[in-house]
Each structure stands twice: as structure tokens, then as C-alpha cells.
């Protein structure tokens, strides 16, 4: 059962291989770590509950948007045909490209840019996740979602958002349902809070 495999890899991967900073010795705890820029790793059940709500399965290409360290790819990777992600913070970028390369993951395409535009060339994907909080439902990114798709993303005001399950059925019509409460970093861009 493909939620049994994914809570087993999520067990088995290291959170520590993906904090290079003085937090590095608190990865095993369950809470949000600081990653620089003003970033965060999130907490490790949160990334656990976002990918099995995907219902991933190797066919799927995944639109993922923040990048960050990684850590939430390498789960996306690790059960998608391929990964396409974007990080606005080049440096964060490059960071996660040597260590994901480092430790074997090959199917991810890495971009630089505006996660809100999402990343047209490779539309539509089976499955989008955001790791940063839009103050409304990025509809740019939803129109990249092929019908029968499904989109997790944070959505609302600073310091507390929803996380919202959004699914396209075949005839391209948007459904959302709200999973939990969750504080996540902001989304620049066009979906920002202070856009």
C-alpha cells in the first residue's frame, strides 16, 4: 500500500542531511527549524500528512513550489515519475541540487524564479504542492493542474493559514476542502500577502 511505503521512507530519511546550520542537532524534533533567508524546513509530520494527501504514484509529474532544503522533494521523488520545483532564493537552490544529487534522487528538474507563476514549459502536472503560504488560492498554479489532479496548499493571513486539498475533476472543475490549520512562510509573488 503506497501510504505504508511513503510513512516508511519518511522514517527512514534523515531530516538532519537537510539542516546545515547551528539547528541541525534539533532534526529529530517535530517542529518548523530556520534553513536561512528567512526560510523554514517544516515540521516533519506536517511534510509526512502533505504528501500522502497527494495520492502520488509513479506516474504522476509534480509541480512543487519553494524548494527550500529539500526535504519535502526528496518524499515527493522518491514516489513521483519526476519532480519540477521552483525556489525564488537561488543559493537555498543550489543547496538542495547538491544535496538531493548527493543522495541519489535524479528525476527532479530545478528552476530559480516566482513559485506564484508556477512553471508553464512542463504544464499541466498530475499533482502541485506549495510550501509557502498564498494570501488567496493561486489560480495561476491551479490552471497548471490537469483535471483529475490535486493541489495542497497553504492558504490566508499571516501566522495562520489552511491547508487546502484542491482536486480538478475531468470536466475542470475545482473542488476544495480544508485539511487543517497550519503557519507557513509567506509566498512571494503575485499570491503574497503583501502583493
Same mark, same amino acid.
Given at each position: ?7 516508511? +521512507?519518511?522514517?527512514?530519511? $534523515?531530516?538532519?542531511? +537537510?539542516? $546545515?546550520?547551528?539547528? =541541525?542537532? #534539533? ?26 494527501? %497527494? ?7 509534480? %509541480? ?8 519535502? &522533494?526528496?518524499? *515527493? #521523488?522518491?514516489? !513521483? =515519475? ?10 537555498? #537552490? ?8 548527493? *543522495?541519489? +534522487? ?13 512553471? #508553464? ?9 506549495? &510550501? ?8 495561476? %498554479?491551479?490552471?497548471? %493542474?490537469?483535471?483529475?489532479?490535486? !493541489?495542497? !496548499? ?10 487546502? =486539498? ?11 476542502? &480544508? ?17
Amino acid at each position: 500500500m503506497k501510504r505504508d511505503e511513503i510513512t516508511k +521512507f519518511y522514517n527512514q530519511l $534523515d531530516r538532519s542531511l +537537510f539542516i $546545515d546550520n547551528a539547528h =541541525k542537532q #534539533s532534526a529529530g524534533q517535530d517542529r518548523p527549524l530556520p534553513i536561512g533567508y528567512g526560510q523554514t524546513i517544516s515540521q516533519p509530520s506536517l511534510v509526512l500528512e502533505m504528501t500522502l494527501q %497527494l495520492e502520488l504514484d509513479e506516474r504522476c509529474e509534480v %509541480l512543487e513550489i519553494g524548494t527550500g532544503s529539500g526535504y519535502q &522533494t526528496a518524499l *515527493l #521523488s522518491e514516489f !513521483a =515519475k519526476s519532480v519540477y520545483t521552483v525556489e525564488r532564493i537561488g543559493e537555498l #537552490s543550489v543547496k538542495a541540487q547538491k544535496r538531493l544529487g548527493k *543522495l541519489g +534522487f535524479d528525476n527532479i528538474h530545478y528552476r530559480v524564479g516566482d513559485g506564484s507563476e508556477g512553471w #508553464s514549459e512542463h504544464a499541466p502536472y498530475e499533482r502541485i504542492i506549495t &510550501t509557502a503560504a498564498a494570501g488567496e488560492v493561486p489560480h495561476k %498554479l491551479i490552471r497548471q %493542474l490537469k483535471p483529475g489532479g490535486i !493541489a495542497i !496548499a497553504p492558504v490566508g493571513p499571516r501566522r495562520c493559514q489552511e491547508l487546502l =486539498k484542491i482536486t480538478k475533476d475531468e470536466n475542470g472543475t475545482v473542488h476544495t476542502e &480544508t485539511l487543517c490549520l497550519v503557519t507557513f512562510v509567506e509566498m512571494k509573488g503575485e499570491y503574497g500577502w503583501n502583493s
